[in-house]
């Protein structure tokens, strides 16, 4: 492991007005090296402002952040030489091979010599990418564009990477593949910030913060987010999905009643007791109940009651 008290990103009070509207206000967020941190939030949440200003491509208009050991605002160049920036939209050249990506992205980065030689062979070789070297990028799928941005991104070998939506639109089994070699980065000491708006991949997160109208709500390992979120799930299988959905959202405390195919979840603030108590509703009222079993909160129960809750507010 790394030294635990080794700050890659230090941010303190960071805020961003455009005019009027502030769209990232007082956010203050610690990441630590190897750690792989999300940042969560509906769509206009602030997550890509307060990423591009942590990259040092948007001035901040309040607060500070020292990343990668630079202050963002005074020496933006220094930073943005020491990281890697990826985003959904990939800034990939269409009408240039897999090869000459890379190698303009190792020209971009100033990367010469046997550096440059060995770099360009390391992440063609960890992405797996050899085989299509002579491909035009606009050729390849999703999943293989993404390999290709990754690659790209991290060619200068930068102790941070700044991943912004990375796997909006690819495939799971590419999402899986790009998750495990988000690992294996972190593992060799890359610091990753990531957004997503994906609840499985918070969940391979090492710590989350959300945030919701430019501030952070909650930020924590995804478990402690969970647990603090206070929910109680509960799963039931029944004849009459409509009914019981109707009879469990009259019940005190229900944050959620949802249906999957045949299986309805109920979320509720309360103890570990909601599964008898709902049952025995059900029961009552006369629906027959084929299943009932108590589930696992995730992050996406947590990060959707947040959202519900501020949004009554
Ligand atoms: N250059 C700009 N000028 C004015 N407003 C902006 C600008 N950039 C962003 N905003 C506004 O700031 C808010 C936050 O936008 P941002 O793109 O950071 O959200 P986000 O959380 O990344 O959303 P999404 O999940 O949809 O990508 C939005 O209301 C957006 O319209």
Redesign the pocket.
Known sequence: MFPADELVVDARHLSRR?GS?V?VRDVSLQVRRGEIFGVL??????????LRMLCGVLDPTGGQAIVVGHDVARQPERVKAKIGYMTQSFSLYADLTVAENIRFYASLYGLEGATRRRRIDVVMHQSELAPRAGQLAAELSGGWKQRLALACATIHAPPLLFLD?PTAGVDPLSRREFWERIHELAAAGTTIVV?T?YMDEAERCHRLAF?FR?EVFDSGRPGDIVERAGLAIAEFEVDDVEQATALLQSLPGVEECAHYGHVLRLAVHGGPDVLAGARDHLARAGLAVRDARQARATVEDAFVAMVRRERRA
Do not use: V
């Not at 509906?42 to 997550?47: D, V």
């Open positions: 455009f509207f769209a939030g509906p769509n206009g949440a602030g997550k890509s402002t307060a939506e957004t708006h945030i430019g």
